[in-house]
């Protein structure tokens, strides 16, 4: 929490001890809406409750949204009908949809009861979408426009109906049957004479999405295009909602930490690391420990099946074989991973890809390769004196490093390919888990070659 | 590339062929800039130049921001002097200040030539902002009004200030020494009646960023408070620029995929991954993969030194131990690099941080020491029937995992805080290079557990 903050909700404390409210009041309306929701959470129940009551209806309802899932239910269970209607009332749709995605059954009784009456229906719909699609993040609350309009009558609208609607700055004309024909900004309409038609502003050549669409797609349009807002339609074309840049940036930063986690063998958190219990975390990050520490006994296996047959001088290479492969084949799932996550590439990009890391990966174990040679030579045999590192031994750990090298580089390329091919997430299937992998892969290897090709 | 733009392409090459370039031009005139980008760059040198020049002049500046540097940089040096200077007069001046930076110093000279005669003390100004500075990714062209003016003169003045200005959906209120003291939306002005002053609609409570905050801090702002656009002001609290969120969406883009690529060990691309030569990627990937396999020389050391004087069995689980506590940190160091990243925490927090991962380390150690010590009695002992590995070995395993997993959540913890601290990324301090220090670690620790402790 920033300094500022602190020394406001210190501020706010004395004050609630004194009974001062009115004073308080004055001061949290100062504060924009995040900020006064990262101070609340700070408090306890009772205070937080006090506190959110001396906030305006407004207020209330911005401040609510951008509290954590645990606060906002420890205060609606302690709201009256009438004050959580009133928030509801405030807030919007896409909102309210995702609140009562995140509550128990009984609180989303509650919220649906309390809900406007006229908004019920438009709640149920839009809870039907999958929870990943453009249907399940958009809102309905935008501004709609005929093509024979004009600048006059849509300034005049706006007017009329703007309390309603997340964003006024993109407006969509319709026609009869509510198909998307275009799209005015309030740019336009703020420039273009009273008299102009719509339909002689408005353009035609729309970017949208449907509701079945990826939300990380949908998303990805915002970066691509720069948009504030993007429509979303139906099957039929016919428009249904919108997606406003602030709701796409959340989706953006979700998906990125989710890949994060992934990448790094845990499951996503909800909450801030620091907010974040011991216990969360210890489950969070247990399950991929686990599991790849057992898969570790492939590479117990081949050892324990090879030790015995050939010169205890390999072993001494070992770490660095696996490493090293575990870090190539990483550097290659890691970026498969983001390209597709990122629609730079997709499942069909297969054959450039492996083509790519095919050089890449040739390229990368002939230098190593050859570095390793030297390395061994120079450092193991010459400077170290160790009489057991002869000539062959260099060369098998050099050979076997540029073929595990090499072998990574095409696994990080396929497995997340892979992946996302059989509807998996990619972002699974990195550095943790094609460490193990190329572990095993890369032992197999080294003795084989030790052994077979080189007589060790 | 999307299907619809290979079918766009093809039928503008057709249209080539036939040099029917006015049908052309009408076919590109409806394609959005960022997809006609893409489908120009696809083109060679001359048709690429040909299809740019029939471009409106507003389309054209619009489409070549959104090419790559390469791209720009071949049709710079095809542009007459008149071409240049006209798509450079369209340009919003936080898009030239970027172009400036990527081309070579022969370019750079021609642009600012070029460059309209009243933007060029404003470009060598904004040139000076550090490179990951707000100064450095703002635009000075924005709206300003004063306090005193009704809703109907600030609509009058944007209509006539509109054509120049990123955005007009927020517009800023100085004083006579243009301090800032307040914003307006384009939403207020559009609601409110024509005679209301501005100092009555304005919000007074402004987030604003200074000239030399940290981009990526700017980028954070965005993501918080749901802005379109954020004010940049000097250290006296002057307006001197504004950032728009499509900036800021590029810049945590950027930000992402850097912490991505350093996490992996791979120096950042500036292009994507189809679009990267192999010797580029190549150049990427080597220097981090060189380092690290030279490091695991410690560990290869450490082997050399305790694997004559131990029994042979205790080699079976290097790989799991190695793995295990490499898995193990990275979860922590990438949990804490993000954490860091999005402003969540910050050097300061150092022993909340610490407090958890000792707590959390604790936990996942022994139950991974738990699970350890069972596996081990019960496959390598009970099921492999393997002689040697004893209780004392079991016992040796399953302390060390235990110690090596607590100990990695400590580093993981420390090592990007402590990078950070000292002013390094701390992303470059993630999964790889912890790898190879909790490996040399936990060999350390496993033979000096075994060999003193268990007396094996």
């Known amino acids: 929490?920033?300094?500022?903050?602190?020394?406001?909700?210190?501020?706010?404390?004395?004050l609630a001890e004194e009974r001062r409210f009115a004073i308080a009041r004055e001061i949290l309306l100062d504060i924009p809406a995040p900020d006064t929701a990262e101070l609340l959470s700070e408090l306890d129940s009772q205070l937080l409750t006090a506190f959110f009551r001396l906030l305006s209806k407004e207020k209330a309802a911005e401040v609510f949204v951008?509290?954590?899932?645990?606060v906002q239910r420890e205060l609606i269970e302690r709201f009256s009908e009438g004050e959580l209607g009133s928030i509801l009332d405030e807030m919007y749709l896409d909102d309210t949809v995702d609140l009562i995605e995140e509550m128990p059954a009984t609180v989303v009784k509650r919220i649906i009861r309390s809900a406007p009456r006229e908004n019920r229906t438009l709640i149920n719909k839009l809870l039907k979408f999958p929870k990943d699609s453009a249907g399940a993040i958009m809102t309905t609350e935008y501004v709609r426009f005929t093509r024979d309009m004009t600048v006059r009558d849509a300034l005049a609208h706006i007017k009329d109906v703007a309390i309603d609607k997340e964003t006024i700055y993109t407006s969509y004309v319709t026609d009869k049957e509510?198909?998307?024909?275009?799209?005015?900004?309030?740019?336009?309409?703020?420039?273009?004479?009273?008299?102009?038609?719509?339909?002689?502003?408005?353009?035609?050549?729309v970017v949208y999405a449907e509701t079945s669409s990826d939300k990380e797609e949908v998303a990805n349009l915002f970066n691509r295009y720069g948009f504030i807002a993007l429509?979303?339609?139906?099957?039929?074309?016919?428009?249904?909602?919108?997606?406003?840049?602030?709701?796409?940036?959340?989706?953006?930063?979700?998906?990125?930490?989710?890949?994060?986690?992934?990448?790094?063998?845990?499951?996503?958190?909800?909450?801030?690391?620091?907010?974040?219990?011991?216990?969360?975390?210890?489950?969070?990050?247990?399950?991929?420990?686990?599991l790849l520490m057992i898969s570790a006994t492939f590479s117990s296996t081949i050892l324990n099946r090879f030790e015995a047959a050939l010169p205890a001088v390999l072993i001494l290479f070992v770490p660095m074989l696996m490493d090293t492969g575990g870090n190539s084949g990483g550097q290659t799932s890691v970026t498969v991973i983001r390209s597709l996550s990122l629609g730079e590439i997709s499942p069909r990009d297969v054959l450039s890809v492996l083509w790519k890391e095919l050089r890449v990966g040739l390229l990368t174990g002939i230098s190593l390769g050859l570095v390793a040679f030297g390395k061994v030579m120079l450092v193991d045999c010459l400077i170290m004196q160790n009489e057991a590192v002869t000539l062959s031994v260099a060369l098998a750990v050099a050979v076997t490093l540029a073929i595990t090298v090499?072998?990574?580089?095409?696994?990080?390329?396929?497995?997340?390919?892979?992946?996302?091919?059989?509807?998996?997430?990619?972002?699974?299937?990195a550095s943790p888990f094609i460490t193990t992998l190329v572990d095993a892969a890369s032992l197999l290897l080294y003795f084989f070659i030790a052994g077979s090709v080189f007589s060790l």
């Open 1 to 14: 929490m920033k300094d500022v903050l602190i020394i406001k909700r210190d501020e706010l404390l004395a």
């Open 178 to 205: 509510r198909h998307l024909i275009g799209i005015v900004t309030a740019r336009s309409l703020m420039l273009s004479e009273a008299d102009t038609l719509l339909s002689d502003i408005m353009e035609e050549q």
């Open 406 to 429: 090499f072998t990574s580089k095409l696994i990080g390329a396929l497995l997340p390919i892979g992946a996302k091919r059989i509807g998996l997430d990619p972002a699974v299937m």
């Open 66 to 70: 951008e509290l954590d899932t645990d």
């Open 231 to 290: 429509p979303v339609v139906d099957s039929e074309r016919r428009l249904v909602g919108i997606v406003t840049v602030d709701d796409a940036m959340d989706v953006m930063r979700e998906e990125t930490e989710e890949d994060f986690a992934k990448m790094a063998g845990i499951t996503p958190a909800k909450t801030t690391y620091l907010k974040t219990s011991v216990l969360s975390i210890w489950k969070s990050r247990i399950p991929w420990l686990l």
